[in-house]
Nanobody, 122 residues
Framework: QVQLVESGGGLVQPGGSLRLSCAASGSIFSVYIMGWYRQAPGKQRELVATVPNGGKTNYADSVKGRFTISRDNAKNTVYLQMTSLKPEDTGVYYC????????????????WGQGTQVTVSS
C-alpha cells in the first residue's frame, strides 16, 4: 500500500509565495517520475510540473519562471515552490508519482495524493 500526503496549501495574496510538499510512504521499491497537477473549479485537471528520477524537469507554460519543482529521493518527497502567484493559479493541487512496489511490476503504477487547496486572492 502506498500513500501520497500533500501539505502546504492555503490562502495567499497575488504576488505571494507558497511551498507545497508531497511525501510518498508505504511499500516502495522505487519512485520514478513525480509531479504536480492542479484543477480549477469547472476545469479539467492539468499538468503543472514534473521531475523524473535523475532527469530534466518539465513545466506548464503558464508557470514557467514562477514555479520550481524539486525532489528529495532519500525522503521520497516532491516539492513545488510557487512564487509570483496569480488568481488564475487557484485550484486544488494534486501530487502524482509513478512508483514501483514490486519487481513483478517493473514499470510501476500511478498514485495520487488527496489534493491541497491553493487560493490566490486579495
Amino acid at each position: 500500500q502506498v500513500q501520497l500526503v500533500e501539505s502546504g496549501g492555503g490562502l495567499v495574496q497575488p504576488g505571494g509565495s507558497l511551498r507545497l510538499s508531497c511525501a510518498a510512504s508505504g511499500s516502495i521499491f522505487s519512485v520514478y517520475i513525480m509531479g504536480w497537477y492542479r484543477q480549477a473549479p469547472g476545469k479539467q485537471r492539468e499538468l503543472v510540473a514534473t521531475v523524473p528520477n535523475g532527469g530534466k524537469t518539465n513545466y506548464a507554460d503558464s508557470v514557467k519562471g514562477r514555479f520550481t519543482i524539486s525532489r528529495d529521493n532519500a525522503k521520497n518527497t516532491v516539492y513545488l515552490q510557487m512564487t509570483s502567484l496569480k488568481p488564475e493559479d487557484t485550484g486544488v493541487y494534486y501530487c502524482n508519482a509513478r512508483i514501483m512496489t514490486t519487481t513483478t511490476r517493473p514499470f510501476g503504477d500511478d498514485y495520487w495524493g488527496q489534493g491541497t487547496q491553493v487560493t490566490v486572492s486579495s
